[in-house]
């Protein structure tokens, strides 16, 4: 199956951005549905934004719509998340995961990478 690893994350002051990318290896990446969630601390974790197979839909959170674009590179075996006018409140460590098919739960996860953003 797919293994997942994020980087990228970091320390940015309000309103900056950051791109969140997530390489994987093994298992077929074009037939995974991925997806970027994130979670801080005393909070539940939170499904940011999704992505299909082919790239052909997405999802965004209410919270981050406007603000993060989603996308992957099915030859690159990498799926992003570009993070512009960064707010505190996006303060979480941020997952990638994946599902067989694009349907489902996403049940592979990477290790997560922290992004802290300042006031």
């Known amino acids: 199956q797919v293994q997942l690893v994020e980087s990228g994350g970091g320390l940015v002051q309000a309103g900056g951005s950051l791109r969140l990318s997530c390489a994987a290896s093994g298992g077929t990446f074009s037939s995974y549905g991925l997806g970027w969630f994130r979670q801080a601390p005393g909070k539940e974790r939170e499904r940011v934004a999704l992505i299909s197979t082919g790239s052909t839909t997405t999802y965004y959170a209410d919270s981050v719509k406007g603000r993060f674009t989603i996308s992957r590179d099915n030859v690159k075996n990498t799926v992003y998340l570009q993070m512009n006018s960064l707010k505190p409140e996006d303060t979480a460590v941020y997952y990638c995961?994946?599902?067989?098919?694009?349907?489902?739960?996403?049940?592979?996860w990477g290790q997560g990478t922290q992004v802290t953003v300042s006031s």
């Open positions: 995961a994946a599902r067989y098919g694009g349907t489902g739960i996403h049940d592979i």
